[in-house]
């Protein structure tokens, strides 16, 4: 037989193998003649790579890993589904559909809802070309190359000619969807996109792990996350090696086709084509046969062999489905009925708190091992403080612990009638466990946050991502699993261990990252060893345990001398990543104290602390009441920034990025003119917050007793002299005595002289013509970004707003401009077009 034909032959085989397996559930061949027939197709390419084509079995399983997944913008958007969690729920959806369509009978498609993660499939002319993960609902990310490792996803579809008979009665009765399927007349669409889930069976999981235990791997937490986690590694090779499976249940974008009238012939047409689809979906009459439904496979739902959390009602005929539409990012005629979680009892022998990536502090039960859902449960979240307050969780009560979701096990109850005698409510810790800073809860807030960011270990990874981030400090080139990487292997610790980092560290980290295991590293690295003391490297990297998370940590931490030769590896874009380090030295103070990260302070929060106060050294060592005389900086954010600026962590942080990294402040100047009305100790004890204590009584005080010290000095009955009522009095004597006070009164005294020395005078200030005036931009610019007409603007003295309010003064309209727009036609607010923005700009630039 010719190479082409034999080729030919074996795709066919290999492909018909697959669909018996992964959708009729009929294997007709054993594994080992499947594999056989794999090799002999593999090795026949090899010998004729012209015959090579995309979607032949051997291409499944790709070579080079991406640095990071692209994003995928859906076609048509991934929609989240509504939740029922009682019969009620279902009937109220039941009754809703009924009430708007007035049909006799309704039915739905009912199928297990399967605990995995979502993707969406892009075929073009019947050859699978994208996958990608449901992300946010609009963008996901470009998983293409992991999903062609699945055997369970066809790689070219079938060519369809077998389908519903007509297509249209949509009626599947329970087990039809593993059965023959007659002729149908509907041929593969030009575009076709299919969801699904990707999920992990259980026997397979559970054979990974032991697989994983006996060889002392990494053993995988859940089935769900394991099947995440594995559909979301760098390299595809690793992917393969994971157990995965696939089932098909509906379609996004179809182009060049038409399908079925309904859901259930839709699935039918899909299993035609080639797609897995649940043997476990039926079509129902009305509110009693998803009842029905829910509770049979309820009855069955342990022995099944994946996880499912609920299962998933759909009116079944894509009419109705169209006349009943969408809610916000649901659809009217879909809904999720969710199982109750697992619940068992056992013992809280401790609460901890961990700090989150962001500083989030949350309190984390410590158990007696106890099995829940099939799993050994050891932690369980309590969510925050005010959980454990309503809970009334102490250490040593006897708790409910519940698998939310069937996936995080959470403390839902306490058996009070266990308590031991002696169990101390449970209070919140003053300083973070990780770091020592304060941890403080904003007012109205439920989340505790550790206010260490620059310096607390737990956040240093988003710490150091969003200082480097394109708005903060710009340094192009330095990927998140770079952050992750150098932080792991201990290479950087702050924010300015990034200007410590050289091209060699940058080329070395790169071999690293690439390499599959310390035998690939030793290999890549040998061509750029110096001779000296080469054979002790290559045999330190050997020695690394490559089952270990952290060996590659553990390799970044070795001292190498390399000897790079740009002919054999690629230099330009460690020298690029190093140049852009470099650049951010010479920082604009808005984009640096965006960039420290301080909780509340964004852009413009930033961009106003720079135009008012000037000066990164006044601004970092000011009293927070002092921030509330900047407009729209009210007292949450004012406090945010005093509790950043106290933590001495933080604080030298920012010293080692001035000395050590040697960045410098482009555009210091002196504090804003604007600052110079009402600034004085008064103003500084209005905003300090002091109960009862009011502008108008702050004035009356401060003209009897004109300093700090004489206020930190006076008893109460001096305060009653100077016109404040006893209990006032009192409450500001209350309010001294705390520790911490006294100070704050006495440095912001030092820096309202500080301000009032070095601000211009209001007569001598430059004004600009639009000083004093909001301005709202929207819709698109053809002459330039919105960035950059907003800063033109602000250079004229504007204040740029997100948002249209009867405070906004201008709303600029450009192209396809929405509600705001809208909005501000409704309020009088007088409008631009780009050509009157345009010419303003001009008269203004010109003088």
Known sequence: MEPAARIADLRRQLDDANYRYHVLDEPNIPDAEYDRLLRELDELEAEHPDLITPDSPTQRVGSAPPAKFAEVRHALPMLSLGNAFSDEEVRDFVRRIADKLDRPR????????????????????????????????????????????????????????????????????????????????????????????????????????????????????????????????????????????????????????????????????????????????????????????????????????????????????????????????????????????????????????????????????????????????????????????????????????????????????????????GAEPWRMPACCPVCGSEIVREEGEAVWRCSGELSCPAQRKETIRHFASRRAMDIEGLGDKYVETLVDAGIVRGVADLYRLGRDQLLHLKLVLDAESPEALAAAVKPHLRPEGSGEVLNAIVRLDGGSDDWRAQALAQRIDFEWNPKKIATRWAENLVDAIDRSRDAALERLLFALGIQHVGESTAKALAQWFGDLELIRHLPWPLFKRVPDIGGEVARSLGHFFEQPGNQQAIDDLLTIGKVRIRDAHPPSARLRPELDLAALLAEAEIPTVTPLRAQALVAALPTAQAIIDAEPARFVAAGLPETCAAALREWLDQPGHPKLLLDGERDIARILADAPMLEEAVTGPLDGRTVVLTGGLASMSRDEAGARLEALGAKISGSVSKKTHIVVAGEAAGSKLAKAQELGIEIWDEQKLLDFLAGHDAS
């Open 106 to 421: 309704l039915l739905f498609s009912a199928e297990p809802k399967l605990d995995g993660l979502a993707i969406s499939l892009r075929y073009e002319h019947g050859v699978f070309v994208q996958g990608a993960t449901r992300g946010d609902g609009a963008t996901g990310e470009d998983v293409t190359a992991n999903l062609r490792t699945v055997r369970a996803v066809p790689l070219r579809l079938r060519d369809g000619t077998a389908g519903m008979g007509n297509g249209e009665s949509g009626m599947v009765e329970s087990g039809d969807a593993a059965s023959p399927i007659p002729h149908s007349p509907f041929s593969i669409p030009e575009i076709l996109e299919v969801r699904g889930e990707i999920y992990m069976p259980r026997a397979d999981f559970e054979r990974y792990n032991e697989h994983a235990r006996l060889h002392g791997g990494k053993v995988l937490a859940n089935p769900r996350n394991g099947a995440a986690g594995s559909l979301r590694q760098l390299d595809p090779r690793i992917t393969a090696q994971r157990p995965l499976a696939f089932f098909a249940y509906g379609v996004g974008l179809v182009e060049g086709g038409e399908l079925p009238g309904s859901h259930s012939a839709t699935l039918r047409q899909l299993r035609a084509w080639g797609f897995p689809v649940s043997a476990l979906g039926e079509v129902v009459e009305g509110v009693d046969g998803l009842l029905d439904y829910y509770r049979r496979i309820g009855e069955r739902r342990d022995g099944l062999p994946f996880d499912i959390d609920g299962v998933v009602y759909k009116l079944d005929d894509y009419e109705g489905q169209r006349e009943m539409g969408f809610v916000s990012r649901a659809p009217r005629w879909a809904l999720a009925h969710k199982y109750p979680a697992q619940e068992q009892a056992t013992t809280v022998e401790a609460i901890e708190i961990q700090i989150g990536r962001t500083g989030a502090a949350t309190p984390v039960a410590r158990l007696a091992p106890v099995h829940v859902a099939g799993v050994v449960v050891t932690n369980a979240t309590l969510h925050n403080a005010d959980q454990i307050e309503r809970l009334d969780v102490r250490v040593g009560d006897s708790v409910i612990v519940r698998r939310a979701g069937d996936v995080i096990p959470e403390v839902v109850g306490v058996i009070a009638e266990r308590r031991p005698e």
